[in-house]
């Protein structure tokens, strides 16, 4: 499986007068913290492709016989975790993309469970779901790279909580990340 990188990206977005924008509090309800807390200082566009791609490098040293490894009864299968990280980032665009918009509909929850028992991720090829995986966060970081100030400024309610367009990057990159770090502690030999 080759790794390949996103695009170039426009630099000077999200940065609002420091290399990352300071999330407060009320940009995202208190439990996603423990993502946004995972992010490291930097614009957090160029963090998304240079992340994603450490993420790539790991995905494709993983063989296909590894790929249906679960460390418990129970627990998601390598191919479901991706297959998680893949809905989880097209929802959280979503997101961003409707509070951008202006868009003043409360959006649901995701049921993480529900979504994974439902979704076809155990039956696909890992290869598979690394490409669909690259694919969507190359189209959300094109997304993001196009928000004007005063799009990333903007605010909605998804899960009954109010987040901030600004939030959404940085939610995806800690989630990936903390879901990078149960692959290499429970998952990967």
């Known amino acids: 499986m080759s790794v390949v990188p996103c695009f170039p ?13 300071r999330l407060q509090p009320s940009d995202y309800f208190e439990y996603y913290g423990l993502y946004v807390d995972k992010v490291p200082k930097g614009n957090v566009l160029s963090l998304l492709e240079e992340k994603h791609l450490e993420t790539q490098e790991l995905l494709a040293e993983i063989p296909e016989e590894r790929a249906d490894y679960r460390y418990a009864s129970g627990k998601w299968s390598v191919k479901e975790i991706i297959g998680h990280l893949i809905d989880s980032e097209r929802v959280f665009g979503y997101r961003a993309l409707s509070f951008a918009r202006g868009d003043p509909a409360h959006l649901p929850s995701m049921e993480q469970d529900d979504w994974a028992a439902a979704s076809n991720a155990a039956l696909r090829p890992l290869a598979d779901l690394a490409s669909e995986f690259g694919i969507v966060r190359r189209s959300h970081i094109a997304l993001f790279a196009g928000f004007d100030d005063s799009m990333w400024k903007r605010r909605g309610t998804a899960s009954g909580f109010e987040f901030t367009v600004r939030s959404f990057p940085y939610i995806i990159l800690g989630h990936e990340l903390h879901h990078l770090d149960v692959l290499r502690e429970r998952y990967l030999p």
């Open 9 to 21: 990206i426009r630099r000077g977005h999200i940065t609002e007068g420091s290399d990352r924008v």
